[in-house]
C-alpha cells in the first residue's frame, strides 16, 4: 500500500509540472534570462517558440533547444512592437502548431549605467535622451501589451491559457542610487540606473494585475515575476555594495528563475493569478 501511494505522489508531483504537448512563446527569447526561460520549458515537454529580432539569430537558438529536448521548436524573427508583425507570427503559430499555451513577456531594452561616447553621464534624469524613453517603453511595455492582446485572444478562445510577465525587484522598490556612485565625481555627472527600467518594469505588474482579472472568465492566468540581479562579471566594487542590500548577501546565478518559471506556467500554480512572485534573495523584504 505505500509503494502505491509512494507511486502516486510521484505521479501527481510530474503531473505538475508536465508540459508536454503546450506550445510557449518566449518573447525575447535570445537573451541570457529568456534562453534559461526557453530551456525549463523545453525540458519539461513543451514546444517552444524563441521571438527576438532577426540580428539575435533566434532560429539557431531553437534549433539549439529542439535537439536538446526533442520537442519540436520554433525561431522566428518578430518585431513586437509591430502589430502586424505579431499577427503574423500568430498566424504562423497557429498553421503550423495549432495553440498557444503560454506567454512569456520578457523582452525589454536594458538601459545601461554608463556614460556616452563624449563623456556625458546620459542616464541621469535631466540628461535622459527621449528617443531612449521611447524606444525602452516600445519594448518593454508596449510590446508586452501587444503580445498580450494578439496571443491573449488565442489562448482565451480555447479557455485555457498563461502569461508571465518579467518585472524586476526594481518594479517593485526604486533603484538605490548609492551603489552606482563613483568617488569624486560631482554630484551632477554621478551614473544612475535610468529611469525607464524601473517604469518599465513596474508597468509590467500593473498590467499584470488589469489582464488577470480581464481574462479570468475565461481561464487565461496572468502572473509576474520579479527577479533580482543576475552575476555576470559585474565590478566588485559595485557588487559589494549591492550585495550588502541582499539578506543572502549575494546576486543571482542565471539559471535560479528556472523553477518559479515553471512553477508559475504549469499546473503547480493553477489557482495563482494576478500575483507578482518575487525572487530576489530577499532584498525587497528590507
Same mark, same amino acid.
Given at each position: 500500500m505505500e509503494n502505491t501511494t509512494n507511486v502516486r505522489n510521484a505521479d501527481r508531483i510530474k503531473s505538475l509540472f508536465d508540459l508536454t504537448g503546450r506550445v510557449a512563446i518566449v518573447t525575447g527569447g535570445a537573451g541570457l534570462l529568456g534562453g534559461h526561460h526557453a530551456s525549463i520549458?523545453?525540458?519539461?515537454?513543451?514546444?517552444?517558440?524563441?521571438?527576438?529580432?532577426?540580428?539575435?539569430?533566434?532560429?539557431?537558438?531553437?534549433?539549439?533547444?529542439?535537439?536538446?529536448?526533442?520537442?519540436e521548436c520554433a525561431g522566428l524573427a518578430t518585431d513586437i512592437t509591430s502589430e502586424q508583425s505579431l499577427l503574423q507570427v500568430n498566424e504562423e503559430i497557429m498553421k503550423r502548431f495549432g495553440r498557444i499555451d503560454i506567454l512569456i513577456n520578457n523582452a525589454?531594452?536594458?538601459?545601461?549605467?554608463?556614460a556616452d561616447s563624449t563623456g556625458k553621464q546620459w542616464s541621469r534624469l535631466e540628461n535622459f535622451p527621449l528617443e531612449v524613453w521611447n524606444a525602452d517603453i516600445a519594448v518593454g511595455l508596449?510590446?508586452?501589451?501587444?503580445?498580450?492582446?494578439?496571443?491573449?485572444?488565442?489562448?482565451?478562445?480555447?479557455?485555457?491559457?498563461?502569461?508571465?510577465? =518579467?518585472?524586476?525587484?526594481?518594479?517593485?522598490?526604486a533603484p538605490d542610487q548609492r =551603489?552606482?556612485?563613483?568617488?569624486?565625481?560631482?554630484?551632477?555627472?554621478?551614473?544612475?540606473?535610468?529611469?525607464?527600467?524601473?517604469?518599465?518594469?513596474?508597468?509590467?505588474?500593473?498590467?499584470?494585475?488589469?489582464?488577470?482579472?480581464?481574462?479570468?472568465?475565461?481561464?487565461?492566468?496572468?502572473?509576474? =515575476?520579479?527577479?533580482?540581479g543576475i552575476f555576470a562579471g559585474q565590478p566588485e566594487e559595485f557588487t559589494r555594495k549591492l550585495h550588502e542590500l541582499i539578506p543572502m548577501k549575494r546576486m543571482a546565478r542565471e539559471d535560479e528563475y528556472e523553477g518559479a518559471i515553471l512553477?508559475?506556467?504549469?499546473?503547480?500554480?493553477?489557482?495563482?493569478t494576478g500575483q507578482n512572485l518575487i525572487v530576489d534573495g530577499g532584498r525587497t523584504v528590507l
Open positions: 520549458l523545453a525540458a519539461a515537454g513543451a514546444h517552444v517558440i524563441l521571438l527576438d529580432l532577426e540580428v539575435c539569430n533566434p532560429l539557431i537558438l531553437a534549433e539549439g533547444l529542439q535537439q536538446s529536448y526533442g520537442q525589454a531594452n536594458n538601459p545601461k549605467v554608463e508596449t510590446g508586452a501589451f501587444l503580445c498580450s492582446r494578439i496571443f491573449g485572444q488565442t489562448m482565451a478562445k480555447r479557455s485555457r491559457g498563461v502569461i508571465v510577465n =518579467i518585472s524586476s525587484d526594481l518594479g517593485v522598490i =551603489i552606482y556612485r563613483k568617488e569624486g565625481v560631482p554630484k551632477h555627472e554621478q551614473p544612475v540606473k535610468p529611469v525607464t527600467y524601473s517604469v518599465v518594469k513596474t508597468g509590467l505588474i500593473g498590467l499584470t494585475r488589469y489582464l488577470a482579472t480581464y481574462w479570468a472568465d475565461d481561464n487565461v492566468r496572468v502572473n509576474a =515575476i520579479s527577479p533580482g512553477f508559475l506556467c504549469s499546473d503547480a500554480s493553477s489557482y495563482m
